[in-house]
């Protein structure tokens, strides 16, 4: 377990170091401070100097930005959970070795987009040998098919470019909305899959969120460990529903703020935030998913749920404020339709509808010795590493989520 530990430990700081060269030393400076503060007595100067560490992690974000072109490899993840480090240490203090710490805040697998998991769920597997021939298969398994759902479906399938007017536009944001959720899922699938190859289990960060029943159930859905830290860490700190209302509601508005700068530092991501906080509010407000009880009026509303948070997405590939009225104006224009474009939206969702179709899930997650279930899971792998090395597809590493 050592040995794994340490080399585990290596490829990561390597990793690290590979991808954001010598800013990786202030990596390296905030992770010293909090092994250095571990290791203090529970005293006064141990809480301030964990709580100049949490401000020196947030006043990380434009620093770094400043030095990376707007573009901060790893840090997201890096600071959320060095934050919940400190925070559940000060809160019941944990005896972790060195190592085990570091392994913690640099593991390769979530470098870039998670899972954000915690110390107390990561740690105590790095003492256990898990290294199994079963967590290995299933890790192969989702290393194959996150793979496939990266270079096959998210990169070319799906490939859409947002260069229309009225209805096309629609068509291609909803296409690229799509898109979006299958490349960050198969990032995740990819994470939890190289993890489980190394003995280590990290949770699923996504539940199927395009099938949300409102605007609130789609966050118990996407991004299900960024959701879960935000609300641990910030809304219930903040006071959560316990308040007045119009407290919840302000809550709800810091959170959904914080969400927005940890994905971005500039405008279109604050008022991605501000978007999701008002719908959220708004729902609750007037307990519209309670309200609606005819199926057409449910499926109606679902629909305008979906088709919202995929219009918002939109906002992440913005920069300025200009860039978002200029979506708007190009949206409300008039155009004809676009035959490529009503293919392409009717291709994206039948491969939505199959992803997340209950015999691929059971396929790729599931595990069992039957017979009929080993000859279609085999087969169905088979097929999609085969397409993998055949096909002469353009294949890339860049992840959407990598940008933010």
Same mark, same amino acid.
């Given at each position: 377990m050592r040995i794994r530990n340490f080399i585990i430990l290596i490829v990561s700081i390597l990793c690290y170091a590979y991808v954001i060269h010598w800013q990786f030393l202030i990596y390296l400076v905030l992770s010293g401070g909090i092994l250095l503060i571990d290791k203090l007595k529970k005293t006064r100067i141990k809480k301030t100097l964990s709580w100049l560490t949490i401000l020196l992690l @947030? +006043?990380? &974000?434009?620093?770094?930005?400043?030095? #990376? *072109?707007? @573009? @901060?490899?790893?840090y997201s993840v890096f600071s959320f959970s060095a934050i919940s480090y400190i925070v559940d240490q000060i809160r019941n203090k944990k005896n972790y070795s060195s190592i085990d710490t570091l392994i913690y805040l640099f593991f390769f697998p979530k470098m870039m987009a998670g899972p954000i998991v915690r110390a107390a769920d990561f740690i105590p597997q790095l003492s256990i040998m898990n290294l199994k021939i079963v967590s290995i298969y299933k890790g192969g398994k989702l290393l194959i098919y996150g793979f496939f759902l990266k270079m096959i479906?998210?990169? *070319?399938?799906?490939? #859409?470019?947002?260069?229309?007017?009225?209805?096309?536009?629609?068509?291609? #944001? !909803?296409? &690229?909305?799509?898109? &979006?959720?299958?490349?960050?899922?198969s990032y995740s699938i990819i994470a939890v899959g190289l993890a489980l190859c190394l003995g280590i289990t990290m949770p699923y960060n996504f539940d199927n969120p395009y099938s949300a029943q409102s605007f609130k159930d789609f966050w118990k859905k996407w991004n299900i460990t960024l959701s879960s830290w935000l609300k641990d860490y910030i809304y219930i700190p903040l006071g959560g529903n316990h308040k007045s209302k119009y407290l919840t509601q302000l809550n709800v508005l810091i959170t959904f703020i914080i969400s927005g700068l940890w994905h971005g530092l500039s405008?279109?991501?604050?008022?991605?935030?501000? +978007?999701?906080?008002?719908? !959220?509010? !708004?729902?609750?407000?007037? #307990?519209?998913?309670?309200?609606? %009880? *005819? %199926?057409?009026?449910? &499926?109606?509303?679902?629909?305008i749920v979906i088709t919202i948070t995929i219009l918002l997405w939109q906002l992440f590939r913005f920069e300025k404020f200009d860039d978002i009225i200029r979506y708007c104006n190009d949206l409300f224009q008039y155009s004809t339709f676009n035959e490529v474009d009503i293919i392409s939206l009717i291709t994206s969702i039948l491969v939505l509808i199959a992803v997340e179709s209950k015999i691929i899930k059971h396929t790729i997650f599931g595990m069992s010795m039957e017979r009929n279930y080993i000859i279609v899971e085999v087969t169905f792998l088979s097929i999609i590493l085969m397409l993998l090395l055949l096909c002469p597809f353009k294949y890339t590493f860049n992840f959407f989520y990598f940008n933010f």
């Open positions: @947030i +006043c990380g &974000f434009p620093i770094l930005k400043g030095f #990376s *072109n707007g @573009i @901060i490899y790893g479906i998210a990169d *070319n399938i799906l490939y #859409s470019t947002i260069d229309g007017t009225g209805l096309n536009l629609l068509m291609q #944001s !909803v296409i &690229f909305g799509i898109q &979006f959720y299958i490349d960050f899922y405008f279109p991501f604050i008022f991605w935030g501000i +978007c999701h906080a008002l719908l !959220v509010n !708004v729902e609750k407000y007037f #307990s519209l998913q309670h309200r609606l %009880k *005819n %199926k057409t009026l449910k &499926f109606g509303f679902r629909a």
